[in-house]
């Protein structure tokens, strides 16, 4: 079992940033896949990012690349998710996710965290 905590949402103007971190806890957080997905109101949730259980490899939905970066600290435990240049259209809760790979299905992931809030003003 992993347990998933996401902090560092809130209200920020457009053209702000945010850092969100996930922290995890339980068994070998090392070995999970990790990624970021997010939900507006009256959306389906949809993919946002991804990283290797390494962090080698990085995977980003077209309409953040550029402006996202996700990283993480396996001797942390914990997952990050920069966001820079944001944009009204990026409101939505934002979750944490951990699973066996990387994929940007919702589905494939195992773990999930509550998730935390994230408004962009115009």
């Known amino acids: 079992q992993v347990q998933l905590v996401e902090s560092g949402g809130g209200l920020v103007q457009a053209g702000g940033s945010l850092r969100l971190s996930c922290a995890a806890s339980g068994r070998a957080f090392g070995s999970y896949a990790m990624g970021w997905f997010r939900q507006a109101p009256g959306k389906e949730r949809e993919f946002v990012a991804a990283i290797s259980w390494s962090g080698g490899s990085t995977f980003y939905a077209d309409s953040v690349k550029g402006r996202f970066t996700i990283s993480r600290d396996n001797a942390k435990n914990t997952v990050y998710l920069q966001m820079n240049s944001l944009k009204p259209e990026d409101t939505a809760a934002y979750y944490c996710?951990?699973?066996?790979?990387?994929?940007?299905?919702?589905?494939?992931?195992?773990?999930w965290g509550q998730g935390t809030q994230v408004t962009v003003s115009s």
């Open positions: 996710t951990a699973g066996d790979l990387v994929r940007v299905a919702a589905q494939e992931y195992d773990y």
